[in-house]
C-alpha cells in the first residue's frame, strides 16, 4: 500500500509483560515519527528518527519505553514491563524530507490496552 | 516552547450551517501551524498547512484556515457543514528543532446534525 502501514492494529498485554509495536513508513521517506494518544487527547510526540539515526527521544516517558528504526524503514517501538498508564494508541507518522513545513503522514495507529 | 490551545472540546453545528473551530497558538519563532482531521478508529489526516507564505491557507474538503500574528490565531473554518465532517480536529504547531516534531492541541470534536 502507498500509506504508512502499523501493527498489530489492537494489542492487549497483561501488566508487566513486554510488547513491541511496528511501523511501515511510507517508502522513501526520510523522517519517521511516533506520537501517543491518550484517550480524549491530542497525540504527544514520542520520538523522531532522520533515516537510521534516533534524534530525539525526549518524548519517551520512561526507559521502559525504546524505540529503533535500524535500517532507515521499518520502526519498532518496544515497551518493557508494561503499565496500565501505557494504555493508549501510538501513531506513527512519516515524512518525505527533514524540514518544519514537512507534512506527516500518519498510520491508523495502535491501540494498546494493558490490563 | 511552543503550544497550542484549542477553545471548545466539543461543537455541534447543522447541516450546511459554518463551521468555525479555534485555535490559539504560542511560539517564540514564527510558527508552522497545522489542521489535521481523525475520523473514529483512524489516523490524522491533514487538512491544511501554514508555512508563512499566504495568512488565508486553503485545504482539502472546502476547510480554510487564516493566521492571525496580532492574535495568536489560526481558527478553522468552512462556509457549510456536511454530515461527512463529523470528526476530530487537532490543531498543531511546529516544535522547532528543524525536523517539524508537532505539539498538538487536546482537539475539538465536531458534531453535525441534521
Known amino acids: 500500500g502507498a500509506g504508512v502501514s502499523q501493527s498489530p492494529r489492537y494489542k492487549v498485554a497483561k501488566r508487566g509483560q513486554d510488547v513491541a509495536l511496528r511501523c511501515d513508513p511510507i517508502?522513501?521517506?526520510?523522517?519517521l515519527f511516533w506520537y501517543q494518544q491518550a484517550l480524549g487527547q491530542g497525540p504527544e510526540f514520542l520520538t523522531y528518527?532522520?533515516?537510521?539515526?534516533?534524534?530525539?527521544k525526549s518524548g519517551l516517558p520512561s526507559d521502559r519505553f525504546f524505540a529503533e528504526r535500524p535500517e532507515g524503514s521499518v520502526s519498532t517501538l518496544k515497551i518493557q514491563r508494561t503499565q496500565q498508564e501505557d494504555s493508549a494508541v501510538y501513531l506513527c507518522?512519516?515524512?518525505?524530507?527533514?524540514?518544519?513545513?514537512?507534512?506527516?503522514?500518519f498510520g491508523d495507529g495502535t491501540r494498546l490496552s494493558i490490563l | 516552547a511552543q503550544s497550542v490551545t484549542q477553545l471548545g472540546s466539543h461543537v455541534s453545528v447543522s447541516e450546511g450551517a459554518l463551521v468555525l473551530l479555534r485555535c490559539n497558538y504560542s511560539?517564540?519563532?514564527?510558527?508552522?501551524l497545522f489542521w489535521y482531521v481523525q475520523y473514529p478508529n483512524q489516523g490524522l489526516q491533514l487538512l491544511l498547512k501554514?508555512?508563512?507564505?499566504?495568512?488565508l491557507v486553503k485545504g482539502i474538503n472546502g476547510f480554510e484556515a487564516e493566521f492571525k500574528k496580532s492574535e495568536t490565531s489560526f481558527h478553522l473554518t468552512k462556509p457549510s457543514a456536511h454530515m461527512s465532517d463529523a470528526a476530530e480536529y487537532f490543531c498543531?504547531?511546529?516544535?522547532?528543532?528543524?525536523?517539524?516534531?508537532?505539539?498538538f492541541g487536546a482537539g475539538t470534536r465536531l458534531a453535525v446534525h441534521p
Open positions: 507518522a512519516s515524512s518525505l524530507a527533514v524540514g518544519q513545513g514537512q507534512p506527516q503522514h
Open positions: 517508502s522513501g521517506h526520510v523522517s
Open positions: 528518527f532522520q533515516n537510521e539515526a534516533q534524534l530525539d
Open positions: 511560539s517564540s519563532v514564527p510558527p508552522y
Open positions: 501554514y508555512t508563512s507564505a499566504a495568512t
Open positions: 498543531a504547531v511546529s516544535g522547532g528543532g528543524g525536523y517539524n516534531k508537532l505539539i
